[in-house]
């Protein structure tokens, strides 16, 4: 009765973690991932191996591998981290097992961070990261048990517990790897929403005897291994909206029921003049609320676009409410009078919703505030950090990583970049801005495979909350994405900058220690520190060094390249920018040719296979991008035309994605891809003028937002960017929640392009890329650190962890002179029938080009296409007839 009572309470309140990609379950048409949104209960438990340390000295095999001190005693093991990562492991030998291993913990919290196992079977008898699950470990001192399914069924060779992410006391008061005996019956709604209260459900016969489930009154018979589908008419007493609960019984077999709560909707009861209505007409819609605070109905011109369902629930059950309506108010009170969900029209027009519950001060109170869905195919959706979808595709899916984490429907909170979700349908649009995302859970699905519907769900979990919920037009109707992200930014603000580390100087010492200390060696510089990564003389560190110092480094030879933003500045200042012109012109030239006719770019690579098109907006754009970089810097007509096509072909497109095919898959949303489509339509405008380019450029700019945090609980996390929404390999490491800051400074170097040319645009893109760049200079490792001055690839938010490999910083130094309004690179001076490259920033005067060279160096101009060399000037500026550049530049 315990186990039943239970089920029935968190049975529509879905848990955070349990769910997965499950045999289980079968695909369907709203759940068409299969995911196990209830797992099955847990009927036996038979444990395997067990460690009690309740002899004192004596840790059982467990050994301290990293930054961690091992005690037992007073029949506890105590864990004390000293220092960030620590874990332990014990060896194991097991036999195979034919049901996956759980592993079971009493513990209490004192550090931070979540516990993560990894493990190691025969086959590949180490620890990696395709190998772990997460727990969520509360560090409040008090005790808890916790327990993960490990998805192993091979032999484990050893076992690793990460108890925290830094400093401080974990204590077990035992730890076991059980095998768990499931209860046989699953129970899936697969459509809740047929006609006339139908409920399309599927019985599913996981054990190895028949059973014979009893489903409203009719018995299904089940044989071992089998499933069926019922077709069930749920009845209503009254009203439109009601939960419903759908009970499998199993009288004869000694089982517990199985139970499953449904949201029903009748859309054959109309709205009454009863309904209480608040008109948004800033937007053309309106809600009406069922009278009982059943639920609502979403309208736009008169027609249906979505419900709202339930409006308030605490532990899967929905709150009795009453209305309480004001001239711009309804609100719903519990009967109690201690619980509220109120619904106001806020100042620019959209719906503010507050809920407030004076129980959700209890640890194991779950509140979940109004549950919003939106009906209508999808064309666009998004869950900022987490989910970034495109025509019809589902969430959760594997398409970006095959792993247990793909099920990220109530992800980690530290998860979500921006507190934003969105969803734009061919009936509208639909998007969640919220308040507090540090104590807030969001909840994401579409098509809502948490009820059996077709419709993308949207809810937030927590006791106290305020949201604006911004509706909006269809696809069809000119809704898009982008239009809410700005809405979105418009409430809460774009991010500010964090605290500068350091002074201006220091950090142009900081970055000059990496380039004399770690990543100096023969032969030149790498583009990472460390023996693995090799050495050159690179033309971007070169350029770097100069811009740093005023002294060009003396180098036997230039490789092109070395830095995630090309910096050529080094070719011209060392006698070689004519043979950087002519690797400029391969490249093009290799770009035109790889071009098809329509004006894309075809992916051969092994990253294909999940996307559904041999194309991506980030690959395009960065074939389009060199086209069009070749024709700014030579005027080559082939290359505009390749490139304007490029252009033209892209406007398809509606979700950054592909641009880091090295790794991750085609399909990934990416903002590296965002940055890529920026530079390549604010090449375009400049070249063209058409402000249908810089539009575009806008647009790129906006998706890329949803990329950055926006809020922090840590000293370094505000501003820090992720790069993909998913999984190097499909497998590891998971990038979701993990920044990635030399992506993040491409797109912020993008957006200072783009501040550059878009002076009439409504968003400060210079604020942005300097919040990014300020955020890279906090996580570069301090001067003492043996990789000083680097950009670690990856930082570990709730560890506060550098992580290799260790990056130069050249685009650091390069954003920081462009944001400055300094040449970082090269200019380019269109003077009549004349096209000038120079390493300095260059004006016309008259018939003379004043150019502002710095003394001492000697230097060339690119003018045409053709390298032409100065001396060194005594003084600035250098003076050069127009005239005379005409005839040299022939």
């Excluded at 209960?41 to 038979?46: E, F, L, R």
């Excluded at 043979?579 to 690579?605: C, I, M, N, P, V």
Aim: charged share 20%; proline share 7%.
């Amino acid at each position: 009765m315990l186990f039943r009572s239970l089920s029935v309470a968190l049975l529509y309140f879905i848990p955070l973690c349990p769910a997965q990609e499950s045999a289980d379950v079968q695909p369907s048409r709203n759940n068409p991932v299969g995911i196990a949104v209830r797992p099955r209960s847990v009927v036996s438990t038979k444990v395997v191996r067990r460690w009690e340390f309740d002899k004192a000295g004596d840790t059982e095999g467990w050994r301290h591998t990293h930054a961690c001190d091992l005690i037992a005693a007073e029949g506890l093991l105590r864990v004390s981290a000293t220092g960030d990562d620590p874990y332990f492991h014990r060896p194991l030998r097991l036999q195979p097992s034919e049901t996956p291993l759980t592993i079971h913990f009493r513990a209490r919290g004192m550090g931070s961070g979540a516990c993560e196992v990894y493990w190691g079977n025969d086959d590949a008898p180490g620890t990696s990261e395709a190998r772990v699950v997460r727990i969520p470990l509360q560090h409040d001192g008090a005790w808890r048990e916790y327990a993960a399914e490990l998805p192993e069924k091979r032999a484990l060779s050893v076992i690793r517990l990460d108890p925290g992410q830094t400093k401080g006391i974990v204590e077990f008061e035992w730890i076991r790897l059980e095998e768990r005996t499931l209860h046989p019956l699953s129970l899936e709604v697969l459509d809740s929403e047929r006609e006339a209260g139908g409920v399309l459900i599927a019985l599913t016969n996981h054990g190895t005897e028949p059973l014979t489930p009893v489903v409203e009154g009719t018995p299904v018979p089940l044989a071992a291994g089998g499933r069926t589908e019922v077709a069930l008419q749920v009845s209503f007493t009254t009203g439109a909206f009601a939960l419903r609960d759908i009970v499998a019984e199993l009288p004869d077999a000694g089982l517990d029921s199985v139970n499953v709560r449904v949201p029903m909707h009748r859309a054959d009861v109309p709205e009454t003049p009863a309904w209480p209505r608040l008109r948004l007409p800033a937007v053309g819609a309106e809600v009406a609320f069922a009278p009982d605070g059943s639920g609502a109905r979403l309208l736009s011109a008169g027609q249906r676009i979505g419900t709202i369902q339930p409006l308030l629930s605490v532990n899967g059950k929905p709150l009795t409410l009453r209305a309480s309506v004001g001239p711009d108010e309804v609100a719903f009170l519990s009967e109690n009078g201690e619980s509220s969900c109120r619904f106001t029209v806020n100042a620019v027009g959209d719906l503010q919703v507050e809920v407030e519950c004076a129980s959700s001060g209890n640890g194991d109170t779950l509140v979940e505030g109004p549950v919003f869905r939106l009906a209508g195919g999808l064309e666009q959706g998004l869950f900022s950090g987490v989910e970034y979808l495109g025509k019809g595709e589902p969430s959760s899916s594997t398409r970006d990583m095959r792993i247990p984490q793909h099920v990220r429907f109530a992800p980690d909170r530290m998860w979500v970049t921006t507190p934003l979700i969105a969803v734009v349908s061919d009936k509208a649009t639909l998007a969640l801005s919220w308040d507090h995302p540090e104590s807030i859970q969001p909840v994401f699905a579409t098509p809502d495979f948490i009820d059996g519907r077709s419709s993308a769900r949207m809810s937030l979990r927590g006791g106290r909350q305020s949201f604006s919920v911004m509706l909006g037009k269809s696809w069809g109707s000119g809704g898009r994405l982008e239009d809410v992200i700005e809405r979105h930014f418009a409430r809460i603000g774009l991010p500010e900058p964090p605290e500068v580390p350091r002074g201006a100087g220091e950090q142009a010492a900081l970055c000059r220690e990496a380039y004399e200390g770690p990543l100096r060696g023969e032969g030149g510089w790498g583009h990472c520190a460390g023996p693995e990564w090799g050495r050159a003389w690179y033309a971007d560190h070169v350029s770097t060094l100069w811009r740093l110092t005023g002294q060009v480094p003396k180098t036997p030879r230039l490789v092109n390249g070395g830095a995630h933003i090309s910096n050529p500045a080094a070719y011209f200042v060392t006698g070689r920018a004519g043979e950087w012109a002519a690797g400029l012109e391969r490249r093009a030239a290799r770009a035109r040719s790889d071009q098809r006719a329509d004006g894309s770019f075809l992916y051969k690579g092994d990253y294909s296979e999940s996307h559904f098109e041999d194309t991506a907006s980030g690959w395009c754009a960065m074939h389009t991008f060199t086209l069009l970089e070749h024709v700014r810097y030579t005027g080559n007509s082939d290359s505009l035309a390749a490139g304007l096509k490029g252009l033209e072909y892209m406007k398809r497109f509606r979700t950054p994605r592909g641009a880091q095919v090295w790794e991750v898959p085609l399909h990934t949303p990416d903002i590296l891809a965002s940055a890529h489509l920026v530079r390549a339509y604010v090449a375009g405008f400049e070249l063209t003028g058409l402000r249908e380019w810089l539009d575009e450029a806008r647009r790129w700019a906006i998706t890329g937002l949803p990329f950055v945090y926006t809020w922090d609980n840590r000293p370094v996390m505000r501003c820090a960017t992720i790069a993909v929404l998913g999984a190097t390999h499909y497998k590891a490491p998971l990038w979701i929640g993990l920044p990635v800051q030399w992506c993040g400074l491409s797109y912020a170097y993008a957006l200072a392009e783009l501040a550059e040319v878009d002076a009439d645009g409504a968003a400060d893109w210079t604020k942005v890329a300097r919040g990014i760049l300020v955020a890279a200079e906090q996580m570069q490792y301090p001067s003492g650190d043996p990789v000083v001055g680097c950009l670690p690839d990856s930082f570990d938010l709730a560890g506060q962890q550098r992580r290799p490999a260790d990056i130069n910083p050249s685009v650091l130094v390069a954003l920081d002179l462009r944001l400055a309004g300094k040449l970082d690179s090269l200019s380019v001076t269109v003077a009549h029938d004349l096209r000038i490259v120079a390493p300095f920033p260059t004006t016309v005067d008259a018939d003379t080009l004043v150019v502002q060279a710095q003394p001492g160096v000697p230097f060339e101009l690119l003018v045409n296409g053709r390298a032409v060399p100065f001396p060194a000037p005594e003084a600035m500026p250098t003076r050069i007839s127009l005239d005379a550049l005409r005839t040299t530049g022939k």
